[in-house]
């Protein structure tokens, strides 16, 4: 079957680090272009970070220069580092596959999801 499974979610402080993983079964995510998502409550979904085939990297204006998005292909697994976190990226974090980049340069995505990990920075 088909699965993506996010962990690493949890509690951190404001300026705090936190590590996300998205676990791939039942296909080989060197296959695929990735994204990183994330959704609060009341809030449209935003796109975080995406990986392409060759390697090729997006983020959001919002993430860029604190996230770091990253793959272990013999793992089939691609990670999401996040450092200097803020209040405002406390969110439910998903991985998902074939993602897409609008024409005003957001994220979408039409594939493969996740279940999403929770995220909460708070002081």
């Known amino acids: 079957q088909v699965q993506l499974v996010e962990s690493g979610g949890g509690l951190v402080h404001p300026g705090g680090s936190l590590r996300l993983s998205c676990a791939a079964s039942?296909?080989?995510?060197?296959?695929?272009?990735i994204a990183w998502f994330r959704q609060a409550p009341g809030k449209e979904r935003e796109g975080v970070s995406g990986?392409?085939?060759?390697?090729?990297?997006y983020y959001a204006d919002s993430v860029r220069g604190r996230f770091t998005i990253s793959k272990d292909s013999a793992k089939n697994t691609v990670y999401l580092q996040m450092s200097s976190l803020k209040p405002e990226d406390t969110a439910v974090y998903y991985c998902?596959?074939?993602?897409?980049?609008?024409?005003?340069?957001?994220?979408?995505?039409?594939?493969?999801w996740g279940q999403g990990t929770q995220v909460t920075v708070s002081s």
């Open positions: 039942g296909f080989n995510l060197d296959d695929y272009p």
């Open positions: 998902a596959t074939d993602p897409y980049i609008t024409e005003d340069n957001k994220l979408g995505a039409r594939g493969y």
């Open positions: 990986m392409n085939r060759d390697g090729t990297t």
